[in-house]
């Protein structure tokens, strides 16, 4: 399964089959979380891949360690990461690359980001000063059962517009904040597509993309609903959205690549006339 149809098939499991992950593709997704493509390499995010995953359902709130929800995954993949200048971003976008991976495999996944304790995870991993939990995701077979397949609705019910997607409309613009976007290129509008079908874990979608001939530039709507323990989850959103558009237009044979350093995020704004509430996260240039 190649990245663009893992991207266009995954969904978020909640309920997980009981059998393990052979050994050969838990070592390969393992491998990804060394070897993913970084947005700032000098900072320092891991994915801890958790075999057993009864140890870390007991460390996640009452109700979502349960069996009858994401305690049935036989796996967990963690993520942490050094709390340092662009840390949420960065672990976004390089934990996403595990996800899609673990897709093309034909496994769920779901994006957790607060039903945890973060002090226990931190001392089960024995984390140094200053390296935060950010994320974890369930690693496993979906259950396509009956039961899973209810367990999956009634989540739903809780959190609407989890299956809804901002249009493209919305979230894209042209070189001026709020400008339609027009162009006929197939490939840059499928890669957008793609890019607007990423997961956030508050289901609220905050990215917003401006297209500026071969430069797209990334921003983030901030909403104070996603502070979260200090965690500024909307940029862990946006590194989310930034993957699935780096992922894509790479296998499209695009050779471009996110820069996040090296440019004035308020310069930028002010040439592209974005309003206040929004901050500029990333420049991808086109090759």
Not at 133 to 158: C, E, K, Q, W
């Amino acid at each position: 399964m190649s990245y663009i149809e893992a991207i266009r098939r995954r969904f978020s499991v909640r309920h997980y089959q009981a059998k393990p992950i052979p050994e050969e593709i838990l070592e390969t997704i393992e491998k990804a979380s060394r070897t993913c493509t970084p947005l700032d390499e000098k900072i320092q995010m891991h994915c801890h891949l958790i075999k057993e995953g009864k140890q870390v359902a007991g460390l996640m709130t009452l109700q979502t360690g349960r069996s009858w929800l994401f305690g049935s995954a036989p796996h967990f993949i963690i993520a942490t990461a050094l709390e340092t200048p662009g840390y949420m971003l960065e672990t976004g976008f390089r934990m996403e690359q595990m996800v899609v991976l673990a897709t093309t495999q034909g496994l769920g996944t779901c994006w957790i980001g607060g039903l945890f304790t973060e002090e226990q995870i931190a001392g089960f991993l024995k984390l140094p000063d200053g390296e935060r939990v950010i994320a974890i995701t369930p690693l496993g077979y979906p259950d396509n059962s009956f039961y899973g397949r209810t367990v999956h609705n009634l989540m739903h019910v809780h959190t609407p517009g989890s299956q809804r997607r901002k249009p493209i409309e919305q979230i894209v613009s042209g070189p001026k904040f709020g400008l339609p976007l027009e162009t006929s290129d197939r490939e840059l509008l499928e890669v957008l597509e793609l890019t607007r079908l990423a997961p956030s874990w508050t289901n609220s979608q905050p990215w917003r993309f401006l297209v500026d001939g071969d430069d797209i530039i990334a921003l983030a709507e901030i909403k104070s609903s996603r502070f979260y323990h200090g965690k500024l989850y909307y940029r862990l959103d946006v590194g989310i959205a930034m993957s699935h558009f780096y992922l894509s237009a790479k296998e499209l044979g695009w050779q471009g690549k996110w820069q996040v350093n090296g440019f004035d995020p308020a310069r930028v704004a002010q040439q592209h006339t974005v309003p206040a509430g929004y901050e500029v996260l990333g420049i991808y240039t086109r090759h």
